[in-house]
């Protein structure tokens, strides 16, 4: 059973500071890997999908990396702002029309 | 092109209550999805829909049936609502494409006392 994990579960930073957001998952057998941004009572807005013959994917301040072999993800945000505060969620594609999804990290981005 | 939509936004029911929440979609996709979103739990899969006229059991369908008569909506129903289906339920759909992504609506948040 494909399991994900995200580390850490939150994370505070200064604004300007470039960080990271780790995924893990069990079963390198993916279709591909999803990053969602979810705000506080809001749904989940699609960050960046990275196919499994991926390396990684952009757009603007972020930049997710796929290494399918050890089970790992990252999302790389450069030059945080306070804007950026949510809680990040990444989620594995098993096919079988299934998403399998983190706990997620919340992320603070202090002024 | 309005996405993926969501009603009701909020809900309160008591138990045994019944309810049904919708799911609309304009972008013509075939795959629709019902998650539930509990603390700590991440998203998990109630049921889906790979077309119109098709349903099928996700990871948690128990307590809940789901109907897509026609292919922009998907219904959610809940029979008789218990405390434990106290959650945040979203919708979400995709194109055909195995590669695709899933697009989310803004959920549903339902209290059962």
């Known amino acids: 059973k494909q399991e994900v994990t995200q580390i850490p579960a939150a994370l505070s930073v200064p604004e300007g500071e470039n960080l990271v957001l780790n995924c893990s998952f069990t079963d390198s057998a993916i279709y591909n890997l999803q990053w969602f941004r979810q705000d506080p009572g809001k749904g989940l807005t699609s960050l960046l999908l990275?196919?499994?013959?991926?390396r990684e994917q952009t757009s603007g301040r972020l930049n997710a990396s796929l290494d399918k072999s050890s089970g790992r993800s990252t999302l790389y945000i450069a030059a945080s702002q306070p804007g950026d505060s949510a809680t990040y969620l990444c989620?594995?594609?098993?096919?079988?029309?299934?998403?399998?999804f983190g706990t997620g990290t919340r992320l603070l981005v202090s002024p | 092109n309005a996405g993926v939509t969501q009603t009701p936004k909020f809900r309160v029911l008591k138990t045994g209550q019944s309810m049904t929440l919708l799911c609309a979609q304009d972008m013509n996709h075939e795959y629709m999805y019902w998650y539930r979103q509990d603390p700590g739990m991440g998203l998990r899969l109630i049921h889906y829909s790979v077309g119109e006229g098709t349903t099928a059991k996700g990871e948690v369908p128990d307590g809940y049936n789901v109907s897509r008569l026609k292919k922009q909506n998907f219904l959610l129903g809940l029979e008789s609502a218990a405390p434990s289906q106290t959650s945040v339920y979203f919708c979400a759909s995709r194109n055909d494409s195995s590669h695709n992504e899933q697009f989310f609506g803004p959920g549903t948040r339902l209290t059962v006392l």
């Open positions: 989620a594995v594609n098993t096919g079988f029309q299934k998403l399998v």
């Open positions: 990275i196919q499994s013959s991926q």
